[in-house]
T-cell receptor, first 115, second 115 residues
């Protein structure tokens, strides 16, 4: 099966600019996640969707970050305006359901550099 | 609140050596799930194993083995006869049973296997 697809692979922007990342999960996976991974740290959950509804966005900086999953398939994560501390790898993952029996499948991530 | 600690930041071994990666976790729940993921240089996190809190049996899969001990809140990972291809960052993660499967990751251990 095709894996989780993410684009772009790399992005360099200046602070205060906006940026968007795209994710296409594995076909049929109901749950989609966005994680932020700062260099030298483990991934941190930003937002979790079940189909097209948000089930957890408690760690999403909502003043600058937004995400949507229209039609319950692919998803877009946006940052506006970006700050230097947003430099990180943004990982998208999907699972068949939101339960613990279904492991997460991750994409290769988008590496964002904010200058 | 749940927490995962991987005290080893980086480990270097020579090929064919055995190596153990430590993971200590904290949770107030009696039902929880523990995971190990591998992140090679390509960036994609690869699922290795999931254990639930009621199953303390050790598990072996080829050169990989896992030692789960609730008494010490540890879930250690051993690679026997390491190979260069094992070089990666390894993450331990915890998910509490309540709600959806939100993973809390440790900071990761970078394993370098030299020929």
């Amino acid at each position: 099966e095709a894996g989780v697809a993410q684009s772009p692979r790399y992005k360099i922007i200046e602070k205060r600019q906006s940026v968007a990342f795209w994710c296409n999960p594995i076909s049929g996976h109901a749950t989609l996640y966005w994680y932020q991974q700062i260099l030298g740290q483990g991934p941190k959950l930003l937002i979790q969707f079940q189909n097209n509804g948000v089930v957890d966005d408690s760690q999403l900086p909502k003043d600058r970050f937004s995400a949507e999953r229209l039609k319950g398939v692919d998803s877009t994560l946006k940052i506006q305006p970006a700050k230097l501390e947003d430099s990180a790898v943004y990982l998208c993952a999907s699972s068949t359901s939101g339960t613990h029996n279904s492991p997460l499948h991750f994409g290769n991530g988008t590496r964002l550099t904010v200058t | 609140a749940q927490k995962v600690t991987q005290a080893q930041t980086e480990i270097s071994v020579v090929e064919k050596e055995d190596v153990t990666l430590d993971c200590v976790y904290e949770t107030r729940d009696t039902t929880y799930y523990l995971f190990w993921y591998k992140q090679p240089p390509s960036g994609e996190l690869v699922f290795l194993i999931r254990r639930n809190s009621f199953d303390e049996q050790n598990e072996i899969s080829g050169r990989y083995s896992w030692n789960f001990q609730k008494s010490t809140s540890s879930f250690n990972f051993t690679i026997t006869a390491s190979q260069v291809v094992d070089s990666a960052v390894y993450f331990c993660a915890l998910s509490e049973a309540a709600g959806y499967s939100t993973l809390t990751f440790g900071k990761g251990t970078m394993l370098l296997v030299s020929p």
